[in-house]
């Protein structure tokens, strides 16, 4: 199914094909910074934010960051893309259990992400690799803090195990 693959430090050479992802993947749209090189730049500067691209072969298959806050100690896997034309192959699994490990080894848990409600296929890969909806009360928090109104949050139901 897959060839060899790593996870890596995100490089800016890679910028140009992770912006088209995003755009071909329809989900996007609404948030065009995700797509800037500005804010790839301003990830690497950030030392609580970590770039990563999976890579199959060694050729960039998929991207994904990793966001710390210290306050409370928590990590959220965000801006999770497969390239359109690998998809449906277990990519994105196979990027979020190495982005799960490279938050473990940081010693960092509760792990959180955060999902468009109408993306059922998100949402049942996280629910297949132990991620659980957050309680209302905590999505109801993370909504009302200027996050992203009406996302659904889940966090990693056994982080010590991993996914």
Not at 38 to 52: N, T
Not at 99 to 116: D, F, K, M, Q, S
Request: charged share 25%; hydrophobic share 45%.
């Amino acid at each position: 199914m897959h060839g060899s693959l790593h996870l890596v430090p995100f490089q800016l050479d890679a910028a140009t094909a992770v912006s088209r992802w995003a755009r071909e993947s329809g989900r996007f749209a609404p948030w065009s910074e995700v797509v800037s090189d500005a804010v790839f730049e301003r990830g690497m500067a950030d030392a609580s934010i970590s770039l990563h691209l999976l890579l199959e072969d060694g050729v960039a298959v998929a991207y994904g960051e990793l966001w710390r806050e210290t306050d409370p100690a928590e990590v959220e896997l965000a801006r999770i893309l497969v390239d359109p034309a690998r998809r449906r192959r277990g990519l994105a699994s196979a990027l979020i259990r190495e982005l799960v490990a490279e938050a473990l080894r940081g010693g960092t848990v509760p792990i959180w992400v955060r999902v468009l409600p109408d993306n059922t296929a998100a949402l049942a890969c996280y629910s297949k690799l132990g991620f659980m909806g957050a309680s209302l009360d905590e999505e109801r928090r993370y909504n009302e803090e200027g996050q992203s109104p009406g996302m659904r949050w889940l966090k990693l139901a056994s982080p010590d195990a991993g996914p």
